[in-house]
């Protein structure tokens, strides 16, 4: 019986070291993880110039008074609409009146001169010489009197054109000069983008060639015209002045804001792309992707030097092959030759 009872023992350990030799070699086996892929292909697509620009007014103009004073009043601030004729900024008249109520006064007391000696010529009481010097003596007055005039008409300044207000360099109260700049006015119902192109990409930039024209701060795109290419080239950066015009019917395209233009040169060539979610980057910012060894059904890890970006998708421009799998989805769980499905 005791020897019944220690072979009973001695089945039962080596049935349960089995079973745990059974589950340790399962506990090894590797899980496959599931991934989402897509094919790397060639594409064709027209090729486009990309440049980075500057918003601009059609016309910008710096006013400033042609006479100097005190600033009276200022009546826009900076980023309103002004229309043409509109009053800016006027100064202190009253020098400029008194001025000219003494030319009036001049005037009225030469002009009764002459027409008391005129009727002495006239009878041929007056020599020829005593007579042209009063008639030079009212022509001078008369022409003080219309200085004077204008002066005071000066201190006034008006808008020359509708547009906006982009700067104001002066405040009410302060003494300014003649012909200093004050107010900076920009025509901006057609703006222009000023941007810079590569003598080598200048061949391909034609004016009126069309151009798409996005600008970030703002929903949409606007459809430009190219109205000038320089001619001559800038000596530092070798690059030439392109500007892009673009109506701009509500005004909400203002100076200053940056713009993205892309013109299309008319050219088609090919190039294999991937979804742009299949791109990767390390903490070295090195770009690389997943590619699927379908035999093995492993993911190994490749880098790979990227281009341009075509709609929803990037160019790889080394590091992949046409119809080559890479992984879209579910990256962020691989390991450079993981098991895969």
């Given at each position: 019986?005791?020897?019944?009872?220690?072979?009973?023992?001695?089945?039962?350990?080596?049935?349960?070291?089995?079973?745990?030799?059974?589950?340790?070699?399962?506990?090894?086996?590797?899980?496959?993880?599931?991934?989402?892929?897509?094919?790397?292909?060639?594409?064709?697509?027209?090729?486009?110039?990309?440049?980075?620009?500057?918003?601009?007014?059609?016309?910008?103009?710096?006013?400033?008074?042609?006479?100097?004073?005190?600033?009276?009043?200022?009546?826009?601030?900076?980023?309103?609409?002004?229309?043409?004729?509109?009053?800016?900024?006027?100064?202190?008249?009253?020098?400029?009146?008194?001025?000219?109520?003494?030319?009036?006064?001049?005037?009225?007391?030469?002009?009764?001169?002459?027409?008391?000696?005129?009727?002495?010529?006239?009878?041929?009481?007056?020599?020829?010489?005593?007579?042209?010097?009063?008639?030079?003596?009212?022509?001078?007055?008369?022409?003080?009197?219309?200085?004077?005039?204008?002066?005071?008409?000066?201190?006034?300044?008006?808008?020359?054109?509708?547009?906006?207000?982009?700067?104001?360099?002066?405040?009410?109260?302060?003494?300014?000069?003649?012909?200093?700049?004050?107010?900076?006015?920009?025509?901006?119902?057609?703006?222009?983008?000023?941007?810079?192109?590569?003598?080598?990409?200048?061949?391909?930039?034609?004016?009126?060639?069309?151009?798409?024209?996005?600008?970030?701060?703002?929903?949409?795109?606007?459809?430009?015209?190219?109205?000038?290419?320089?001619?001559?080239?800038?000596?530092?950066?070798?690059?030439?002045?392109?500007?892009?015009?673009?109506?701009?019917?509500g005004l909400l395209i203002r100076p200053g804001m940056i713009a993205e233009v892309?013109?299309?040169?008319?050219?088609?060539?090919?190039?294999?792309?991937?979804?742009?979610?299949?791109?990767?980057?390390?903490?070295?910012?090195?770009?690389?992707?997943?590619?699927?060894?379908?035999?093995?059904?492993?993911?190994?890890?490749?880098?790979?030097?990227?281009?341009?970006?075509?709609?929803?998708?990037?160019?790889?421009?080394?590091?992949?092959?046409?119809?080559?799998?890479?992984?879209?989805?579910?990256?962020?769980?691989?390991?450079?030759?993981?098991?895969?499905?």
């Amino acid at each position: 019986m005791a020897r019944n009872e220690f072979c009973l023992i001695i089945i039962t350990l080596l049935i349960t070291g089995s079973c745990r030799s059974a589950n340790k070699q399962s506990g090894t086996e590797e899980t496959a993880i599931p991934v989402v892929t897509s094919r790397a292909a060639k594409v064709l697509f027209g090729n486009e110039i990309s440049l980075s620009g500057n918003i601009e007014g059609k016309r910008t103009v710096r006013l400033g008074f042609l006479v100097a004073g005190k600033i009276e009043s200022i009546t826009a601030e900076e980023g309103q609409l002004v229309a043409k004729g509109q009053l800016l900024s006027s100064l202190d008249p009253t020098s400029y009146s008194i001025a000219k109520e003494i030319a009036d006064a001049q005037v009225s007391q030469v002009q009764d001169e002459y027409d008391r000696l005129k009727v002495m010529y006239d009878r041929n009481s007056l020599s020829e010489s005593d007579f042209t010097k009063i008639s030079l003596g009212l022509q001078q007055a008369k022409a003080q009197q219309k200085l004077h005039a204008k002066n005071l008409s000066d201190t006034k300044l008006y808008v020359p054109f509708n547009g906006v207000l982009l700067k104001k360099l002066a405040e009410v109260g302060e003494i300014t000069g003649t012909g200093l700049p004050l107010f900076v006015v920009s025509d901006i119902r057609t703006v222009k983008v000023t941007a810079f192109i590569p003598e080598n990409e200048l061949q391909h930039i034609k004016l009126g060639q069309k151009a798409n024209v996005r600008i970030s701060s703002l929903s949409g795109s606007y459809t430009g015209k190219v109205t000038e290419v320089g001619s001559a080239a800038d000596p530092a950066s070798r690059s030439f002045t392109v500007r892009i015009e673009v109506d701009n019917p509500g005004l909400l395209i203002r100076p200053g804001m940056i713009a993205e233009v892309t013109v299309s040169t008319g050219q088609q060539s090919s190039s294999l792309v991937v979804p742009m979610e299949a791109v990767q980057h390390d903490p070295a910012n090195l770009s690389y992707v997943y590619v699927i060894d379908s035999a093995k059904q492993r993911a190994f890890r490749r880098n790979v030097s990227l281009g341009k970006i075509i709609n929803d998708r990037i160019e790889i421009t080394s590091g992949l092959a046409e119809n080559e799998i890479v992984v879209t989805g579910g990256q962020q769980r691989l390991v450079d030759g993981v098991k895969i499905k």
